[in-house]
């Protein structure tokens, strides 16, 4: 069955297990990199918010043997666990003072972004683009965001420099930074995930420097902290030696001390193995490396 046919049976056999009165479409939504992916919309009688079901990974499944009433039993489930009962004030997004504290920013590729952000305000950094979204904890403990755009400024009759600030203030606030080794990382999946071979614990060469991994505490979005004032500098004070910055995904960085900028090439063979071939287009950040020093206190490429 093709993509369009599935969606529509999905669609069409989802509709009974709803309440009178939901609506259920299919939207086109463009996500990290010009990644565009169809998604569920279920609109439920008199509540305002939906969670959003991405489709792709289903439509594998369906692929796989899976059958369309066993997807709609699993849609459904999802969809209880990620639902709101009820409505949320539209104000809490469009009445300034009450969304002002709910900014933060975060990284995007530019170039890979760049028609988006021709509505989206922006500032360039490196090869990056800093973006701005407004992110409410919901009370099933999941979390939404809007990514700003140039309506949003006028909405709210704002400058977009008074979206920066305080979003450069709120971020660190609101995102706290965490700096772990990285095989307390893997050792951490392997103890959520008994299902991972303890193979993937591969021991590091014996003198290989230490890899740190750098992320927020959501895991979303997380490559942004190398931007957290001072964060970087104290760091590399700490481990008294320059960091390389991989960029692993948009939600998280590596870091690696080094004592001489000797091996740009080889790390930046690293990242692109890794883009071309085990990461989801819509996570990647960049091909490049960053170095950051400790003497200047810059971050560059």
Known sequence: MEFNHFTNTLCAQLLPLFSEGTQINIQSIEKNNGVHMDALIIHEPNINISPTIYLEDYYQLYSDGMSIDELCHIIYDVFLEARLNHSINPEIFTDYEQAKNNLTFQLLNYEKNKSRLSHIPHIRYLDLAIV???????????????????????????????VKKQAFDNTPRLLPAYIQPIMDVIQDLLNKNHSLSAEFMLPLEEGAPSLYVLTNETQTYGASCMLYPNLLAEFADELASDLYILPSSIHEVLLLPTTARDSDDELRHVVQTVNDNQLPLTQQLSDCVYYYSRASHTLSL
């Open 132 to 162: 701005f979204s407004c992110v409410f904890r919901m009370e099933n403990a999941e979390t939404a965001s809007i990514l700003i755009r140039t309506e949003h400024l006028e909405l709210w009759n704002k400058s977009f420099d008074d």
